[in-house]
């Protein structure tokens, strides 16, 4: 179990701030708890993003994919040249239905699940990551945009409050809200600055404090 583990172990690691004082709080054992954040590589920050949303997780309620949807339903209503990504897979009910009955179909690139080239190129050439997640640790994906410089759309999820600053380094919207998601993408596709800004803000965190040199001193 659980406890048996906590009790027994020299140290037990999580992936945030958050986490530990969690832990911390079920479990009050002194000096027991710490922790690490994940690690990324590095990329060369993007300079000639392509008109396309990103969006990478696997399809399911939990990841919030129909959320994602449902606001660019209203974000290419008003840019009817833009894209949006979704790579991955997954059986959740809600994203189905929604790609087989919306009217924006030829707007959306569903590559499957990528890795490698494939992955590095769709991340590299994003205007903006998109990650609507109720439940998660550290996300990685989110992570991987910052490491080229790609602005990220997100729910203040997990540990992500502890590293991204609303308005600075990210772009923040509410638990389930696609009319909120649809406003943030909206802004970033008319106001060039905020872009810019915030892809400067966050690859300058990923570089500075993601590293793996970084995680690893």
Same mark, same amino acid.
């Given at each position: 179990?659980?406890?048996?583990?906590?009790?027994?172990?020299?140290?037990?690691?999580?992936?945030?701030?958050?986490?530990?004082?969690?832990?911390?709080?079920?479990?009050?054992?002194?000096?027991? &708890?710490?922790?690490?954040? %994940?690690?990324?590589?590095?990329?060369?920050?993007?300079?000639?993003?392509?008109?396309?949303?990103?969006?990478?997780?696997? &399809? %399911?309620?939990?990841?919030?994919?129909?959320?994602?949807? %449902? #606001?660019?339903?209203?974000?290419?209503?008003?840019?009817?040249?833009?894209?949006?990504?979704?790579?991955?897979?997954?059986?959740?009910?809600?994203?189905?239905?929604?790609?087989?009955?919306?009217? &924006?179909?030829?707007?959306?690139?569903?590559?499957?699940?990528?890795?490698?080239?494939?992955?590095?190129?769709?991340?590299?050439? #994003?205007?903006?990551?998109?990650?609507?997640?109720?439940?998660?640790?550290?996300?990685?994906?989110?992570?991987?945009?910052?490491?080229?410089?790609?602005?990220?759309?997100?729910?203040?999820?997990?540990?992500?409050?502890?590293?991204?600053?609303?308005?600075?380094?990210?772009?923040? &919207?509410?638990?389930?809200?696609?009319?909120?998601?649809?406003?943030?993408?909206?802004?970033?596709?008319?106001?060039?600055?905020?872009?810019?800004?915030?892809?400067?803000? @966050?690859? %300058?965190?990923? #570089?500075?404090?993601?590293?793996? @040199?970084?995680?690893?001193?």
């Amino acid at each position: 179990s659980l406890k048996f583990w906590v009790t027994h172990s020299d140290l037990v690691l999580l992936l945030g701030k958050q986490w530990r004082d969690i832990m911390y709080a079920k479990f009050p054992i002194k000096g027991r &708890f710490e922790y690490v954040y %994940n690690p990324v590589e590095i990329r060369e920050r993007q300079l000639a993003p392509q008109k396309y949303f990103l969006y990478a997780a696997y &399809f %399911n309620i939990n990841k919030g994919a129909s959320i994602l949807l %449902n #606001a660019f339903r209203e974000v290419v209503k008003e840019f009817p040249d833009w894209k949006l990504v979704m790579c991955g897979s997954g059986n959740d009910e809600k994203v189905c239905n929604l790609l087989k009955q919306c009217d &924006f179909a030829q707007s959306i690139i569903l590559p499957g699940w990528v890795s490698g080239k494939q992955k590095e190129e769709y991340f590299r050439n #994003a205007y903006a990551y998109c990650m609507t997640s109720y439940k998660e640790g550290l996300p990685m994906s989110v992570l991987e945009a910052m490491s080229y410089g790609v602005p990220v759309i997100t729910t203040p999820v997990g540990c992500l409050p502890e590293i991204l600053t609303d308005e600075q380094s990210c772009l923040f &919207f509410q638990f389930g809200n696609a009319e909120q998601l649809a406003l943030q993408m909206k802004r970033l596709i008319l106001d060039q600055e905020l872009r810019q800004n915030l892809s400067i803000q @966050s690859y %300058n965190i990923a #570089a500075a404090e993601f590293s793996i @040199s970084a995680i690893a001193r």
